[in-house]
Nanobody, 126 residues
């Protein structure tokens, strides 16, 4: 069974850090992306990685603060979030697809992905 499971969310003060984990199983993955959705807002891509060459792509709003990485031995992907701001508060989802996807395009389109985790809440308090 194909499954993505996120963990690591929580409550953190503004300026703090959190590291999210996405554990993937049951399938073959060529890449992974992180999205987030705040109440009343559309789902937004924040980071994306191609597994073959480890190329990464980031939304402008998180560049320099968030880092996507992958475990070398498993299909586990991380999102290190530093210098967190109030506007980073959202439910964070990892996403992938059964076919390869171009991160530079897919990061702007949730419809590019058909595999989603259940989400993990990140709340940043000032």
């Amino acid at each position: 069974q194909v499954q993505l499971v996120e963990s690591g969310g929580g409550l953190v003060q503004s300026g703090g850090s959190l590291k999210l984990t996405c554990a993937a199983s049951g399938g073959r993955y060529t890449g992974m992306a992180w999205f987030r959705q705040a109440p009343g807002k559309e789902r937004q891509g924040v980071a994306c990685m191609h597994f073959n060459d480890r190329r990464t792509f980031y939304a402008e709003s998180v560049k320099g603060r968030f880092t996507i990485s992958k475990d070398n031995d498993r299909d586990t992907v991380y999102l290190q979030m530093d210098d967190l701001k109030d506007e980073d508060t959202a439910v964070y989802y990892c996403a992938s697809d059964r076919v390869p996807f171009p991160c530079q395009i897919a990061i702007n389109s949730p419809l590019s992905f058909d595999l989603w985790g259940q989400g993990t809440q990140v709340t940043v308090s000032s």
